[in-house]
């Protein structure tokens, strides 16, 4: 038997990077729905208020993944991929200490646009080998999301 090549682990930790990725974009829609009454109690604010910090991270990923994309081939997939998983990781901690409504509800955009730059660049970061396998896990990453978020 004989050991993995660095080339092949190195392909592995990049699957698993991109797959977590795809994980939060999955969370990050679903994540407040479930707890929505809960938000609204702790910040003083209506249920239909909050509307927006459910739809702003939805607005943001429909209307930049095209433009993203694009951006990510011009400049770089890999920087731009690490910039996505930092905004949103930066900003889904400042949801979680969000002090008012309006504050959660701009957080919650700026992180669809993190997730956004995740989602978009997901299948260009993999090499087209890797494609196959990373079909399957993409899926089964995109269907636990959303069970976990709720």
Request: hydrophobic share 55%; aromatic share 10%.
């Amino acid at each position: 038997m004989t050991s993995p090549t660095p080339g092949s682990r190195y392909r592995w930790v990049a699957l698993f990077t991109v797959l977590f990725g795809l994980f939060t974009y999955g969370t990050i829609t679903t994540v407040i729905s479930a707890s929505l009454k809960t938000v609204a109690d702790d910040l003083d604010t209506s249920t239909g208020s909050l509307a927006w910090a459910i739809t702003g991270p939805f607005l943001a990923l429909g209307i930049g993944n095209p433009i993203f994309g694009k951006i990510g081939d011009i400049h770089g997939r890999r920087r731009f991929f690490l910039l996505g998983m930092s905004v949103f990781t930066v900003a889904s901690l400042g949801c979680a200490v969000a002090p008012n409504a309006a504050v959660l509800i701009a957080l919650r955009a700026l992180a669809g646009l993190g997730a956004l730059l995740v989602f978009a660049l997901f299948w260009l970061v993999l090499r087209p080998v890797a494609r196959l396998r990373a079909d399957v896990a993409r899926m089964a990453a995109g269907d636990l999301s959303t069970p976990v978020g709720e």
